[in-house]
């Protein structure tokens, strides 16, 4: 049996603060913690790993264009 996304919701919580609170990403059997980073200072400190992101995402993304016949991307879709 596999689980569904799981997240406890704190009703304290005003709806401004929801950015900044991390959530949790059940899938295959593994737990994500999903974080919202200062992409600045992530390449600072990981410049290595950070490269090598970038590149399978857009490695990705050409892949994708070329599967869907080419046409572009709007812009802010690449995570759905």
């Given at each position: 049996m596999q689980q569904d996304d799981v997240m406890e919701v704190d009703e304290s919580l005003s709806p401004l603060d929801e950015s900044?609170?991390?959530t949790t990403d059940i899938s295959g059997g593994c737990c994500f913690l999903l974080t919202d980073e200062n992409?600045?200072?992530?390449?600072?400190?990981?410049?290595?790993?950070?490269?090598?992101f970038l590149q399978?995402?857009?490695l990705k993304q050409l892949k994708r264009r070329k599967t869907t016949g080419g046409k572009p991307e709007t812009p802010g879709s690449e995570g759905i």
């Open positions: 900044d609170v991390p992409m600045d200072l992530v390449h600072a400190a990981f410049p290595v790993e950070v490269d090598r399978e995402k857009e």
